[in-house]
RNA sequence: GGCGGGGUAGCCAAGUGGUAAGGCAGGGCUCUGCAAAAGCUUUAUCGCCGGUUCGAUUCCGGCCCUCGCCUCCA
């Protein structure tokens, strides 16, 4: 049994086959962030499941090349530009460094390629020019260029991949104000927009002339650009899905660099939102939080982590501090247990044990369209389960090094674990006053210095083998 | 209006045609000088109404509620 995953061309869990006929090397593409402000935990949802996907396929053992774009030029930057005063790149700057700490907060791998939008003016104009020379894209009279659907349908196309669309049936949106823009149809979407004086500085050269690219295109060209004109996995946002994924397709199809008939992307994958009080988290209703924020009241960027990744990604999840807080509690299970049987394995290194019931679990879990929830389960089955035997003392250092090899495997994916922190020596040498105060019956100085451990932040715990101090 | 998700214990959340994983919180217990920490243990009949079936939370039909997409959006 291998991994599947629901592809949203299909609407179906499929086996995962990549296009590379030795079945290892793997391109991801995953929408990245549009650095216009902080990003919020929502928006970390998705980058989050990209980065268990892409962990899940490392550890299956294909060679993914995992690419995260930056979209560093579109409506909102250029409008945020302007008011701000500062060059497009001194304002994108700072959300995009401030973007990427999040994510290393967040035990997220560095995707290996981070293309920004705005290095790749060159590749976007020569696919819109390819567009053009298909007769799909048409250009109007203020030099913007628009993609025609009605052509590409006529070029025997599917528009409507992804979903179900009934043109007809759409509501041409109450924001959409169709009086700035000459398109032809309401449908047809921008491919270069023709610069205009609120633009300021922020334009490039074009055989359109001056101007920007539109935002789908974006990715379409960095994508084809560095994985080809046909890959295996892209994945995004739910919202995503449609204008832009499709749109995403019509572009690359439509320009028909893809060899005898293969799509543009082999399974499109999409994460389901946040909640806040069962809404939408977004900007827009205000109801948002960001990783400072939560790391601010005190909370680990691994427990936003965990609790992001312990339901299952096409659902909706509700995010609560509550829970926030549960993920503390919950970690700290697995860091006391892993804890013990390093204390235990002595140093001592083993091979994981591949057949044991927490690995065959969380494959089991995990290949079933990344069932990350069942995954857990597995993984707390295995604490009590190791809980029990610790107390029984039925562990010896052989076993408790294999039970650690098959747990760094699983971390590896899950993400959730660092190194742990070893006491320093003057903490130590308070553990050790502390406990010969305790024999000598001075508890009203091994109370003493129990607090000056706890004001340190380190916890001491008076088990029956003696006391172990532990960070709190 | 069109399309697509959801409704499972106080909260979060898996899953299955044969009486329901896991986490948090709560209860009980163990350990302890007292604590804390830790550990063990315990808690549901699955939105409503019909149908199919020996048997449905799981399949079918209807209803109610809710969220999202259709417009920038992770």
Same mark, same amino acid.
């Given at each position: 049994m291998g991994l599947s995953v629901f592809n949203t061309l299909s609407r179906s869990v499929e086996p995962f086959v990549p296009l590379d006929p030795e079945g290892e090397k793997v391109g991801l593409y995953c929408c990245g962030?549009? @650095? *216009?402000d902080f990003a919020h935990i929502g928006n970390f949802r998705t980058f989050v499941f990209a980065d268990i996907v892409r962990r899940y396929l490392d550890f299956k053992g294909f060679k993914v090349r995992h690419v995260m774009n930056i979209t560093d030029v579109e409506d909102k930057i250029i409008r945020r530009v302007n008011e701000s005063n500062k060059s497009l790149k001194e304002y994108t700057s700072k959300y995009e460094e401030a973007f990427f700490n999040d994510l290393e907060a967040l035990g997220c791998l560095m995707p290996d390629d981070r293309p920004h939008a705005t290095k790749f003016i060159g590749p976007i104009i020569e696919l819109i020019k390819k567009l053009e020379e298909r007769g799909i894209a048409y250009r109007t009279n203020d030099g913007s260029v628009y993609f025609s659907i009605e052509n590409y349908r006529k070029g %025997?196309?599917?528009? %409507?991949q992804l979903l179900n669309l009934n043109l007809d049936e759409m509501r041409p949106g109450e924001r959409v104000s169709s009086d700035e823009y000459e398109k032809e149809s309401i449908a047809d979407f921008a491919l270069w927009k023709s610069r205009v004086t609120e633009d300021g500085e922020v334009f490039w050269n074009s055989p359109w002339g001056e101007g920007r690219p539109g935002w789908h295109i974006e990715c379409s060209a960095m994508s084809m650009e560095l994985l080809g004109p046909s890959f295996d996995l892209h994945l995004g946002g739910e919202d995503l899905v449609f204008p832009h994924h499709e749109d995403e397709i019509a572009q690359s199809e439509g320009a028909c660099l893809?060899?005898? %008939?293969?799509?543009? @992307?082999k399974y499109w994958m999409h994460g389901s939102h946040l909640l806040v009080e069962g809404k939408k988290m977004s900007k827009s209703l205000g109801n948002f939080f960001t990783l400072r924020d939560l790391l601010a009241k005190g909370f680990a960027g691994r427990e936003v982590r965990y609790l992001m990744i312990?339901? *299952?990604?096409?659902e909706t999840f509700n995010f609560t501090l509550d829970n926030l807080g549960g993920a503390k509690t919950a970690l700290g299970r697995i860091d006391e247990c892993t804890s013990k049987l390093r204390e235990l394995s002595a140093g001592k290194i083993a091979s994981p044990d591949n057949d044991s019931k927490l690995v065959t679990g969380f494959i089991k879990a995990m290949d079933d369209d990344l069932n990350v929830s069942a995954a857990w389960a597995a993984v707390f089955d295995w604490v009590r389960n190791t809980n029990r035997q610790l107390a029984a003392e039925g562990i010896d250092n052989n076993t408790a090094a294999i039970e650690l090899a098959n747990w760094d495997q699983i971390n590896k994916v899950l993400g959730i674990q660092i190194a742990e922190q070893k006491p320093p020596s003057e903490i130590l040498a308070l553990a050790e006053e502390r406990q010969a105060a305790r024999k000598n019956k001075d508890f009203a100085r091994s109370d003493q210095i129990r607090d000056e451990l706890s004001a340190k932040g380190w916890t001491i715990e008076d088990t029956p083998k003696g006391p172990r101090v532990k960070r709190a």
């Open positions: 962030p549009t @650095v *216009h %025997g196309n599917c528009y %409507g893809q060899c005898d %008939g293969q799509k543009f @992307v312990s339901a *299952h990604y096409r």
